[in-house]
């Protein structure tokens, strides 16, 4: 029931990257009447808008989601349909949790007066990462027919509708007159296809380094011809800009996905040597603990930070200016440690107590190999432990450990019969 420790470690990049993606990109600037307002770096500093390709990793996301989803339900005793319910419940109940206290919190500030700007951006703010729950859900809903065509067609096959339907939304948004609303299929068919890479990996049918530098370059590939064609740089969207990458989710934010995913199964042997040390292992394993908290709480939190401060009347650089120039970056990579030890508190008052006391007592004692512990077990199918009792000692029964040993090795079967436990 052991987790692949590198698709943890692409995981907790995907989540890292994604927080402190929002957090440079999403400027508060304060208004002369009290209220914030938001705006983007990327608007003045068109420059950075490569950077958007490192932190925008929500296909790293949906890739470890894809392998997470398959190899939990291959490895579940209690049927899909239990194995359903266990995956839905962790997604939807940290979301309650989160409408639950964010609702409390916008009555508590109307009431105490807090401008309508400011109740504005923290519902956008609070409400927009919610998107990710609707297609999520739905091929979490599929993965085991999703897995069944993988394994007959081939993940090229299977994942090549999703890139036609995409194609075909992107040629109309161009074609089509400014303003047309289009149906959001995109949203469920460019995220199913690092999905889809998730459930072919799981199945090791992308393991090696060919794979991976098949994906890799042929991402990259297609990321290049996507330019030239006159994409967008940014895979974020840009306030003002007539075209945006990211909603709907466009080709090049496919690619972008597809090239991560490729990079991330050639780094495989890196990561695995990385989470072989302390730190970065049990920051790893804390990650995934509370991966879709810390993705639901991080603007959350980067409102109510912002908000606090501004009661003092004082507009601080980096949390409170506008966005125009580097100093403003370098002003707010400044403010990073403080929300992330805000985040932290956070998550972690949230999280079930048998959790907090998991952490406060040093993890769990069955470690893993690179650094695993309570994430190196499946969360919502592990059997019980059967227990073995030693029929040759007289009096009350002891407690004894299993060995497990193979039909096809006799030598082996000698060896665990002649133990005295």
């Not at 420059?47 to 339900?73: C, E, I, K, Y």
């Not at 601080?316 to 403003?328: Q, V």
Request: a positive charge; hydrophobic letters at 50%; aromatic letters at 4%.
């Amino acid at each position: 029931m052991s987790r692949d420790r590198a698709v943890d470690a692409l995981r907790a990049y995907a989540i890292g990257g994604v927080v402190l993606g929002h957090w440079l990109v999403t400027g508060l600037v304060l208004t002369g009447d009290g209220g914030l307002h938001q705006a983007s770096p990327l608007t003045a500093l068109p420059d950075l808008a490569p950077m958007t390709w490192v932190l925008q990793t929500l296909g790293l996301f949906f890739f470890t989601a894809g392998f997470g989803s398959t190899r939990s339900l291959a490895r579940c005793p209690r049927g899909a349909g239990g194995w359903l319910a266990g995956r839905l419940r962790r997604l939807l109940l940290p979301t309650v949790a989160l409408l639950g206290v964010g609702a409390a919190v916008l009555l508590a500030a109307t009431v105490v007066g807090t401008s309508d700007d400011t109740l504005a951006v923290a519902l956008r703010l609070a409400v927009s990462p919610l998107w990710f729950l609707l297609p999520l859900v739905i091929l979490v809903t599929v993965t085991g027919p999703l897995r069944v065509a993988v394994r007959r067609w081939g993940v090229a096959r299977c994942g090549a509708p999703a890139v036609a339907v995409v194609a075909a939304v992107d040629l109309a948004v161009r074609l089509l007159p400014s303003g047309t609303d289009l149906p959001p299929v995109t949203v469920l068919a460019a995220w199913s296809v690092p999905y889809l890479l998730g459930v072919a990996h799981a199945d090791g049918r992308l393991d090696g380094r060919r794979a991976g530098g098949t994906l890799a370059a042929g991402g990259a590939v297609a990321l290049a011809a996507l330019l030239a064609l006159g994409y967008p740089v940014s895979a974020v969207g840009i306030p003002g800009a007539g075209v945006s990458n990211l909603n709907p989710p466009s080709l090049l934010v496919v690619a972008l996905a597809v090239t991560q995913v490729g990079l991330g199964l050639l780094a495989r042997p890196a990561l695995y040597r990385l989470l072989t040390r302390p730190l970065p292992g049990a920051a790893v394993t804390e990650v995934n603990r509370s991966a879709v908290r810390i993705y639901l709480w991080h603007q959350p939190v980067l409102v109510a930070v912002t908000a606090l401060t501004a009661r003092s009347g004082l507009a601080l650089p980096g949390l409170h200016t506008a966005p125009d120039g580097p100093g403003w970056v370098l002003a707010r990579c400044c403010w990073l440690p403080l929300l992330a030890v805000v985040l932290v508190t956070v998550v972690r008052v949230g999280q079930p107590k048998s959790f907090r006391r998991g952490v406060s007592a040093g993890g769990d004692r069955r470690r893993q190999p690179g650094g695993g512990g309570v994430a190196g077990r499946s969360a919502e199918c592990v059997p019980p432990a059967p227990q073995v009792y030693d029929h040759r000692r007289s009096g009350p029964p002891d407690l004894q450990e299993v060995i497990a040993v193979r039909d096809s090795d006799p030598p082996s079967r000698g060896r665990a019969d002649g133990q005295s436990r």
